[in-house]
């Protein structure tokens, strides 16, 4: 590659042609690897769908857990995704981790939703309308008069406790003022006291 330097010469001589010939050999070869490259078709990935599970963020609220250095990175507390192998703080955070771009590339689908078809919309519509009528089926007339009956002897029942209540604490208090009425009447040395109220 480099020749000895001579004596008056006291620098490095470089052979040049063979520097060119990498150089080319380095330029065919990276040439080659864009080719082909470009030949690959680009990884296809799914439309965005909708979950088939539920999400669970209640099961370890409020729970105590130790951790040591040897704890599991999935039970060091936290949320744990699985799929993305890490540990988000809280439920807000993994909800946005979830939804987010990463977790869907590691799931292998693109952040694009699926256009609906006019046919899809309209069959849409469609279900969502005879669920509607079925309910209104299911929630028959006599059942409705049912339950409205049921409701007004409940409140029936209800204010008549409620005034059983009150005519038995006005009977309580009314007797105790009556016997110490009469007490003071005695002492006093007449009958009663004069009053125009019945009883």
């Keep these: 590659m480099a020749a000895k330097a ?3 010469d006291h620098r490095r001589k470089w052979d040049k042609e063979e520097y060119k010939k990498l150089a080319n050999d380095r330029l065919r070869e990276e040439c080659m690897k864009t080719e082909k490259s ?3 078709p680009p990884v296809k990935r799914e439309l ?3 979950r088939s599970y539920k999400v669970d963020l209640d099961s370890q609220l409020g729970k105590s857990i130790v951790i040591s250095k040897t704890t599991a990175s999935a039970d060091t507390g936290g949320y744990y995704c699985n799929v993305c192998d890490c540990v988000v703080k809280d439920s807000i955070n993994f909800l946005d981790h979830i939804n987010g771009k990463k977790h869907q590339r590691n799931l292998g689908m693109s952040m694009k939703v699926e256009r609906s078809t006019l046919d899809q919309v309209k069959k849409r519509f469609e279900t969502n309308k005879k669920k509607r009528e079925e309910k209104k089926r299911q929630y028959d007339f006599e059942e409705r008069m ?4 049921e409701d007004e002897e409940r409140l029936k029942a209800y204010r008549r406790e409620k005034r059983k209540a009150k005519k038995k604490k006005t009977e309580e208090s009314t ?3 009556t016997e110490v009425d009469s007490e003071m009447a005695a ?3 007449f009958g009663g006291f004069g009053t125009s109220k019945k009883r």
């Design 48 to 50: 965005l769908k909708a």
């Design 38 to 40: 470009e030949d690959d």
């Design 146 to 149: 049912k339950e409205v009956k």
């Design 187 to 189: 002492m006093m040395g």
């Design 6 to 8: 001579t004596y008056e």
């Design 175 to 177: 007797s105790a003022s």
